[in-house]
C-alpha cells in the first residue's frame, strides 16, 4: 500500500550516515523506522487497535490477580458463600456450587487461558516455523518427506488429535500446552515453507552462497528475518485458536484439575446442573471472556497481517 | 528489511491456497492424465489412511499404566480376574504381535471391543454414524450455503456497512465456543427464560413413541437447535475464505470485459466473478472440515445427540480405549476421505488446473 512510499525518505535518510555509524546501529535505526512504520499502519486499522485494547485490559487483569482477588479464591474450602448464590452486591456474578466467588473464578482464570494461549501458539510456531524454513532450504527427499507429513496433519482433525494426546498424558497445563502446540503447526509451515522458498531465488542468497555462507548462515541470518513477520501475524492468530482449544480441553474434562480455567469453569457448570436450573449468569461469564480474548486475538492478528501484506486484502 | 518481504508475503500466503490440487493436477485433461491423477491422490488417501491406523495404535499404547485398570474401575480384583481380562483384550501379547492382530482385523472391520459396553466398536460406531451423518450432513450444507451467501455479497460490497457488519459478526461467532454457544441455546430455548418458553428439547434426538411422519417431525425438532449451534460457529469460516477469494477475482479483467458487454452486476457476479472465486474456497472448505468435526464432537456432547461425538465423550470419561481409538480412526479418516473426494472432484470443475 504504502510500503513503498515511505521507504524512499528512510535509504535517503540513512545513506549519508552509512560513513559515520556502524553497521549495527543502522540495522537497529532501520528496525525502529520500520515499527515506526507498522505501528503507524497498524493505527488505521480500527478493529485491530480494539482488539488491542481488549488485550491489554486482559493482560492486565491477569497480571494484577494475585493482589486484586488473591490465589485463595479457587480453594473450595472455606468459600465465602453458599452453593449457587444469584448474582448480588456481595457477589457481582454470584458463586459456584462450592459457593467461591464466580468473578474472582473469572479473572483467575484469566491466567491459565492465556498462559496456554500464549506458550501454546509459541510452540506451534515455532515448530511451524523451523519445518517451514528447513523444508524451503534443504530441497530434495528431506522436504518431500517433511511436507508429506505436514499435508498428513494438516487434514487430521487438530482437535480430535489434541483429544487423543490428552487421553495418553497426565492433566497438567504443561500437557495441555505440548497437545496444543504439536497439533496446530501445519499452516505456519506451509506459509513459512513458501515464504523461505520466496527469499532463497533471491540474488543476495546467491550472494551469500558464494562469499561461503553455510546453510545455518542462511537461514538464520537472510531466511529467518524475512519471514518473522509472517511468524508473527501467524502467532497471533494461533493465539485465539489455542485458547479456544484449551476452553474444549478443559470442558471435556481433559484439563488440569487442580487450576481454575474459563474453560474448567463452563465445565463445572455443566456438571453442577447449571444448566437445567437455568442459571446462565453461572455459564455466561467464562464463555464471554474466552470470547472476547479469541476475537481480540484475532484482528489484531488480522490487522497485523493486512499491514504487512496489504495486497492480502482480509480488511479491505 | 520490510519493503524486500512485502511483496514476497504475497506468494508465502498463496500458500495455502495452492496446497489443494492446482500444484498436482493433470498436465491435460485427457482421460489418462486424469486416470493418472486419481490414482495418485487414491494412493496419497491410502497412505494417509495407514498412517492413522499406525498412529491410532501406537499412540494410545503410550498410556502409562494398565489399561485393565481402566476396566475394573478401581474395584477390588484378584490377579486371575486381572489376567483373564488382559487375555479376553489380547493385551498379555507382546507389542508387535498385538499390532499385527490389530492390523489384521481393521482391515476386516474388527476394531476391538469396548471396555464400557462390552460389545464390538464397530457396532457402536455403525450405530451412531447415521444420527452423526444427519446433524453433520444438515449443518453442512446450511453453513457452506450460508458462508458461500453472505461472502459473495460482503466481498461485492467490500467495505460497506453491511460487509463490516457481516465479517464483524463472522469473526465474532468464530470466536465463541461451540459448546458454550449450545448450552445458551439450551437455557434459553429449552429450559426457557423469563418470557420464553421450552420451545425446544434440552437434547436427544426423539422423544419416543412416534412412528412415520411424526418421529420425523419429531427428530426435526430435536435437530434444530444443535444444527442452529453447528452453523452459527461454523459459517464464519466459509464467509471469510469466499470473501477474499473472490476479493482476489474482483480485479480481473474478465470482469471489466463483462461489465463493458453491458451484462448487469448482478450477472456479472454471478456468472463470471462467483464461479471463479468458488474453487479456492472449496478446496479450503474441505480442508477446514477438521475443525466440524471438532464442532460435531463438542455440539452432540452438549445436547446429548446420539451421534460419534457423543460416544466419543463418553469414551473419553473413562477412558475406554479401543473405543477412543476406533472413533479417532474413523474421525480421521472420514477427513482424509472428504479430502480425497474433493481433489477428485476438483479437475473437473476446473479446466485450468495443473495448466
Known sequence: MTTTESDGPMTTEATPQVATVGPRTLAWQRRRHSAVRFWRQYRTHRAGVFGLAALSLFALIALTAPLTVGSDVQSVTGAPGGPMESPSARFPLGTDQFGRNLLGLVVWGARVSLLVGLLAAVLSVAIGALIGITAGHFRGWYATVIMRITDWFLVMPTLVLAIALMTVMSRSIGTIILAIGVTTWPTTARLVRAQTLAVESRPYIERAKALGGGHWHIMSRHVLPNVMPLVLAQTTLIISSAILAEATLAFLGLGDPTVVSWGGLLQDAREAGAVSAGKWWYLVPPGVAIAVVALAFTLCGRAVESVLNPKLGVTR | ?355
Open chain 2, 1 to 355: 528489511m520490510t519493503a524486500e518481504a512485502t511483496p514476497s508475503l504475497v506468494e508465502a500466503t498463496d500458500g495455502p491456497a495452492q496446497a489443494g490440487p492446482s500444484v498436482r493436477g493433470p498436465r491435460a485433461r485427457t482421460t489418462t492424465a486424469y486416470l493418472r491423477y486419481v490414482a495418485g491422490k487414491l494412493g496419497g488417501a491410502a497412505v494417509s489412511l495407514l498412517a492413522v491406523l499406525v498412529t491410532s495404535f501406537f499412540l494410545f499404547r503410550l498410556i502409562p499404566g494398565d489399561p485393565v485398570k481402566y476396566m475394573t474401575g478401581g474395584r477390588q480384583v484378584s490377579a486371575g480376574q486381572l489376567a483373564h481380562y488382559r487375555e479376553e483384550f489380547g493385551l498379555d501379547l507382546p507389542l508387535w504381535q498385538q499390532f499385527t492382530d490389530y492390523c489384521g482385523k481393521a482391515l476386516t472391520g474388527d476394531l476391538g471391543t469396548s471396555y464400557q459396553f462390552r460389545a464390538p466398536v464397530i457396532d457402536k460406531i455403525s450405530e451412531a454414524l447415521p444420527n452423526t451423518l444427519l446433524l453433520t450432513g444438515t449443518a453442512f450444507v446450511l453453513y457452506t450455503a450460508l458462508g458461500i451467501f453472505l461472502g459473495t455479497r460482503s466481498a461485492w460490497r467490500a467495505g460497506g456497512t453491511s460487509d463490516r457488519l457481516n465479517t464483524g459478526l463472522a469473526l465474532t461467532l468464530y470466536s465463541i465456543p461451540s459448546f458454550w454457544l449450545g448450552l445458551l441455546l439450551i437455557i434459553v430455548f429449552s429450559v426457557g427464560m423469563g418470557p420464553i418458553p421450552g420451545l425446544f428439547p434440552t437434547g436427544g434426538m426423539e422423544s419416543g413413541g412416534k412412528e412415520g411422519f411424526a418421529y420425523v417431525l419429531d427428530v426435526a425438532h430435536h435437530l434444530i437447535l444443535p444444527v442452529v449451534t453447528l452453523v452459527a460457529v461454523e459459517y464464519g469460516q466459509t464467509l471469510l475464505v469466499t470473501r477474499s477469494a473472490l476479493l482476489d477475482e474482483m480485479g480481473s479483467d474478465y470482469l471489466t470485459t463483462a461489465r463493458a458487454k453491458g451484462l448487469r452486476d448482478d450477472l456479472v457476479r454471478r456468472r463470471h466473478a462467483v464461479p471463479n472465486a468458488l474453487l479456492p474456497t472449496v478446496t479450503l472448505i474441505f480442508i477446514n472440515l477438521g475443525r466440524t468435526v471438532a464442532g460435531v464432537i463438542l455440539v452432540e456432547t452438549v445436547f446429548s445427540w446420539p451421534g460419534l461425538g457423543g460416544l466419543f465423550y463418553q469414551a473419553l470419561s473413562v477412558p475406554d480405549l479401543p473405543l477412543v481409538q476406533g472413533l479417532f480412526f474413523v474421525f480421521a479418516s472420514a477427513v482424509i476421505v472428504m479430502n480425497t473426494l474433493a481433489d477428485l472432484i476438483y479437475p473437473l470443475l476446473d479446466p485450468r488446473v495443473g495448466r
